[in-house]
């Protein structure tokens, strides 16, 4: 069996964007029911839509449902599932017994995958959940691939997914409260705000004098992120993730730009079709990310915090989105400024990826010559010795 490539999607603009770089199937979230609501995420029209655009290109679609539900959600979830089994998505992926229990008894033909919030860690919790019903579990980020291999072998007929990439929670498979007290939102319900990325400080009170003053807190001495995890990179061990018996490579992601995206499918795409390994861990260089880590997959870790700063900045520039060409010129959608002289790179799912060219013919919009690509979102028209299509990108080297 062929492993999947699982790549988030925000909005339909990020869904396109995944397809394009070589995602074999897409997770989104409908306005209701989904654990990132900050995301644009799907109206209906939407989401019919997509699921529309997806399986013209013989990919999947899924949708997450994954909030702990209350009481007051049940008979909104019973029509938000009769709604998603009639548009044909490929599965909705719950995390609460509760939901995964009325989906099965009123959409059955809907097929069900456990998310990673259901923290499942064993073989015998994978097992429960077949029983239920759910064909796929997402199986918990805490778990290393030797108790992966475990439960497959417990449990052959139950299709196992795993994240490969992305940011991770420094609280148990996502069952964070640190949102809830610290801003009122609460992360169980879609609405985290990412409080674990924060930087700490303590206010010490003089009880003398009634005075205060802002007290550094430090980590080893490399500052104040006593809470952030670094970031999940698996990269190099593909073979052995499906070694382990792990049917879907999953990107993390929902609010990630289109450019991240891309940049992350397209490294991982190559590197499971085959390609240059090393090439793909320095195209993930190139994004913006946290210190890189394999957190739990290879057994027990204790450095798995990224005290140093929130994140570092990559190391490329995201110039512009490519929403056309011909003639020998590009017409890109502006994202940060550049000018002649400038020498771009192209971001791109063919053999065109990693080509370069130096600005020296650059038009706006009216067709009038400029020297500075400076306007958000203008249409320029560069001129480029390479064929490039829609829905590549243009980035520069940073230094």
């Avoid at 890189?292 to 140093?308: F, I, K």
């Avoid at 791109?348 to 650059?362: A, I, M, Q």
């Amino acid at each position: 069996m062929d492993v999947e490539l699982l790549a988030p999607a925000g909005n339909f603009s990020k869904l396109k964007t995944a397809l394009h770089f070589g995602a074999d199937a897409v997770y989104v979230g409908g306005k209701q029911f989904s654990l990132r609501t900050f995301a644009d995420n799907f109206t209906e029209e939407e989401l019919r839509a997509a699921v529309s655009f997806a399986h013209e290109r013989g990919k999947k679609l899924y949708v997450t449902a994954n909030v702990f539900a209350r009481n007051a959600d049940f008979s909104m979830l019973q029509d938000y599932f009769s709604l998603l089994s009639s548009i044909g998505v490929d599965a909705a992926i719950v995390s609460d017994p509760g939901v995964a229990y009325l989906a099965k008894k009123t959409t059955p033909d809907l097929a069900l995958h456990l998310s990673t919030q259901a923290n499942t860690t064993n073989k015998y919790a994978v097992k429960f959940w077949a029983e239920q019903g759910v064909s796929r579990v997402i199986l918990a980020r805490e778990l290393s691939l030797s108790e992966i291999a475990e439960i497959h072998a417990f449990n052959p007929d139950v299709e196992l997914e795993a994240f490969v990439h992305g940011a991770m929670c420094i609280s148990y498979s996502g069952r964070c409260l640190l949102s809830d007290y610290l801003d009122g939102r609460s992360s169980n319900r879609g609405a985290c705000v990412q409080s674990c990325r924060w930087r700490y400080e303590v206010r010490a009170l003089n009880a003398t004098n009634g005075q205060s003053e802002w007290l550094p807190i430090e980590e080893d001495g490399k500052g104040t992120y006593i809470f952030n995890s670094k970031d999940l990179n698996m990269l190099g061990y593909l073979d052995k993730m499906r070694g382990a018996g792990i049917r879907s490579f999953k990107i993390e992601g929902r609010m990630k730009s289109g450019y991240y995206l891309a940049t992350v499918i397209n490294a991982y795409r190559r590197a499971m079709d085959g390609g240059d390994l090393q090439l793909s861990q320095t195209e993930l260089l190139g994004v913006a990310h946290r210190e890189y880590t394999q957190a739990y997959a290879l057994g027990n870790n204790p450095q798995t915090v990224n005290y140093a700063d929130s994140q570092s900045k990559g190391d490329y520039t995201y110039i512009a989105d490519v929403v056309g060409c011909e003639n020998g010129y590009v017409y890109a959608e502006m994202r940060n400024r550049f000018k002649k002289g400038d020498v771009l790179e192209v971001l791109s799912p063919d053999e065109n990826c990693g080509k370069s060219f130096t600005v020296e013919e650059l038009y706006d919009s009216k067709g009038e010559n400029a020297d500075d690509g400076k306007l958000v979102q203008e249409i320029y028209k560069i001129a480029c010795p390479h064929s490039l299509r829609q829905g590549d990108f243009l980035r520069r080297k940073n230094g």
